[in-house]
């Protein structure tokens, strides 16, 4: 048997009212106080201003007017450990989430050396490698070893190139020029390309030479040998 028509009309009526009601509007963009409020709280390591407000009032996600960098990357770039976690748990969070100039938070993270937060990262599925720039390009330039053997045992490529308006680098060339001989013959070790040149023609000796690095330069010919 069927329901008589008005009751089933009836019932249309009051799903249609009751979608309406709980309906989600978009939400409304920051104003430019809420965002210096938002990024001046994950400066200085705020969580209880941090955890208010993101997703709330701030996307998860949104670049700081002033830098353009994702709260994620800022928080690594301040020491920010309370709100990079806050950051890392919400599902809202990209890892990928790009600064201005590139940088990722697992990029971030190596540059500051800041072994658990690689670790955290990686643990939630962050991309090791990526076009241009990578983390192994950081640590090296750090000179950071435990860094480089971690990133290279989840997959790193050891003879990443860094843009070409940039040179065109490889990690080990970057260990080379900032006077990492140990992290660069480690890479070297790993399977990294000792005759690799730049976009000048330089290899790393060079680069360690023109940078003023002879003892590098020197560590890196014995090596060859």
């Known amino acids: 048997m069927h329901p008589p028509r008005r009751l089933v009309l009836r019932s249309l009526v009051l799903v ?52 353009g960098e994702p ?13 990079f976690k806050i950051f890392l748990d919400h599902p809202g969070t990209n890892l990928e989430a790009r600064a201005a100039n590139g940088n990722t938070a697992l990029m971030m993270a190596a540059y500051k050396r800041n072994r658990p937060a690689v670790e955290a990262l990686l643990a939630r599925g962050a991309a090791v490698n990526q076009p241009g720039w990578t983390a192994l390009h950081y640590a090296a330039a750090a000179g950071d070893d435990e860094l480089v053997r971690l990133l290279l045992a989840r997959g790193a490529q050891v003879d990443a190139l860094s843009p070409k308006p940039s040179g065109a680098v490889t990690p080990m060339m970057m260990a080379a020029r900032e006077g990492h ?27 360690a030479e023109r940078a003023g690095k002879t003892r590098v330069a020197a560590a890196l010919q014995r090596g060859a040998r």
């Open 16 to 67: 249609c009212a009751l979608g309406s009601r709980f309906s989600f509007a978009a939400p409304t963009p920051p104003d430019a106080s809420q965002l210096t409020k938002f990024f001046k709280a994950v400066q200085f390591d705020d969580a209880k201003t941090v955890g208010a407000m993101l997703g709330a009032t701030v996307n998860a996600n949104q670049p700081n007017p002033i830098g």
């Open 71 to 83: 709260g994620l990357v800022l928080a690594l770039r301040e020491d920010a450990m309370k709100v």
């Open 181 to 207: 001989d140990g992290t660069a013959l480690l890479l070297i070790a790993q399977g990294a390309d000792r005759n690799r040149t730049n976009t000048e023609g330089l290899n790393a000796v060079q680069l």
